[in-house]
């Protein structure tokens, strides 16, 4: 069936440095992808999001990428901080329907 | 309300038992999302309502489980016959319109079957 692939499951960078995950997804017409941030005990929360009309995103920080062509996806943090520290996940909406389908997540630590 | 609410936050239950979760989405909001969180897991979706389309319960791991949208608002989803591998953190979210714009997310419910 559709799915979304989400890499890496972990990843731990030093505060200041770029931390960058990449998406995947199958369905060739999906065309709105959002990001959301997950803290401990909480539910998911958008940070950013694209459809698949434009190429870039970008808010303060957080940037977005998106290539049709290869179906894949990005999400860019730059300057990172400690609080930045949470589980991220990538979406698609697919299918004729555009349910929301979620990416298995990653673990963002960030170092002080 | 002003965000989508989940009841209970927490339910133990015993093995064997049926339990209802339910889910008041934000007022307006067409689409609601049922998904499933195991422990360090991700996202499970689990079944989709939209509009007064028919739901989409593609991704309902077994006919114990089931749900309903009454009136276009409050979702309930009720699991029978409860299993140890039931235990997760159930999300409920509800978007505008489809899967087309921002969904957001209840606190949850903590389920856990003994």
């Known amino acids: 069936g559709e799915n979304v692939e989400q890499h890496p499951s972990t990843l731990s960078v030093q505060e200041g440095d770029s931390a960058v995950i990449k998406c995947t997804y199958s369905d060739s017409a999906s065309n709105y992808f959002p990001w959301y941030k997950q803290e401990l005990g909480k539910g998911p929360q958008l940070i950013i999001d694209?459809?698949?009309?434009?190429g870039e995103k970008k808010d303060q920080r957080i940037a977005v990428t998106l290539n049709k062509t290869a179906k894949h996806f990005s999400l860019h943090i730059t300057e990172t901080q400690p609080e930045d520290s949470a589980v991220y996940f990538c979406?698609?909406?697919?299918?004729?329907?555009?349910?929301?389908?979620f990416g298995s997540g990653t673990r963002l630590l960030v170092r002080p | 309300g002003a965000g989508v609410s989940q009841s209970p936050s927490n339910k133990v239950t015993e093995k064997g038992k049926d339990v209802e979760l339910r889910c008041d989405p934000i007022?307006?909001?067409?689409?609601l999302y049922w998904y499933r969180q195991s422990l360090g897991q991700g996202l499970e979706f689990l079944i989709y309502f939209q509009g007064n389309s028919a739901p989409d319960k593609s991704g309902l791991p077994s006919d114990r489980f089931s749900a309903e949208r009454t009136g276009g608002s409050v979702s309930t989803l009720t699991i029978q016959r409860t299993q140890q591998e039931d235990s997760a953190v159930y999300l409920c979210?509800?978007?505008?319109?489809?899967?087309?714009?921002?969904?957001?997310f209840g606190q949850g419910t903590r389920l856990t079957v003994v």
């Open positions: 979210a509800s978007s505008l319109y489809r899967g087309l714009t921002e969904a957001f």
């Open positions: 007022s307006g909001h067409t689409a």
């Open positions: 979406a698609a909406s697919i299918d004729s329907s555009y349910k929301l389908i």
């Open positions: 694209i459809r698949s009309n434009v």
